[in-house]
């Protein structure tokens, strides 16, 4: 966050340019499903053919208290992310302890 604050072209301080580049991010229609799927889906239109075949790889990672699902494009021996979402319990078994 504080070098996207650094980055923007305000002439206002840095602490006020973080809050409102915050304020921002959370709008509540920002989301994956009306922002970056739209962008995905037209760049995948424009770089590939519909019976071209692509790889996608599902992986999961837990980093300390969150847990966290990803879908993602392989290409150009890069992971490109579809979609994540936060698990709402640890670990990768449902077993209770």
Do not use: C
């Amino acid at each position: 966050m504080e070098e996207l604050a650094n980055q923007f072209p305000q002439k206002i301080l840095f602490e006020s340019r973080r809050q409102k580049l915050q304020r921002f991010l959370s709008l509540p229609h920002l989301t994956i499903e009306r922002i970056w799927w739209p962008l995905f889906t037209y760049w995948l239109a424009k770089n590939f053919e519909p019976t071209e075949v692509l790889y996608i790889a599902i992986d999961r990672t837990q980093w300390g208290l969150v847990n966290l699902i990803v879908v993602s494009l392989i290409y150009d021996k890069r992971a490109i992310p579809i979609y994540f979402e936060v698990l709402p319990k640890l670990g990768n078994t449902n077993w209770d302890r």
